[in-house]
């Protein structure tokens, strides 16, 4: 079976330092209806997943919330394994047990630049995904080593927005 992940970025955010923990950061109006609109244009294309898992800090919560409703994934579940700083290979490894074409992952920079440069082979820092950014990678096998992903799409959430207009 054909593997995918579609990596998403949270949106905007209240600055760091305006909420008592960096796990409390909300989305802003603003990045509510930004991510709003760059994930009804993902649906749009058909970048739909199966199962959406995203960090359990509240704007990646908030994102992902925003992408069920959209109707992105068909369940949302959260692990610690996506937030910031935590390694999200073992998390990976446990949900390639499960059965589904496209995973999407919720997260946080630069963790989801950094799994993605991973799975590509690429330096650490190769890739960075902007506020509701959006990276799509093909896995091949052997699934989740160095160098055993193709980048199939990154797009800031401009590209995807301005790229919308007919």
Known sequence: MARELLLIRHGIAVERGS???????????????????????????????GPLVSSPLVRARQTGELALERKLGNSLSFSNSLAPGQDPLPLLRELLEEPWERLGLVGHEPDMGQLASYLLGC?????????????????????LDPGAAQLRLLLSPKVLLDGGKE
Do not use: I
């Open 123 to 143: 330096q650490t820092h190769s890739l960075q995904l902007k506020k509701a950014g959006v990276a799509l990678l093909a896995l091949d096998e052997p699934l």
């Open 19 to 49: 909420t008592a923990t960096d796990e409390e950061r909300a989305l802003t109006s603003e990045g509510r209806a930004r991510t709003r609109r760059v994930l009804e244009r993902l649906e749009r294309l058909g970048l739909t997943c």
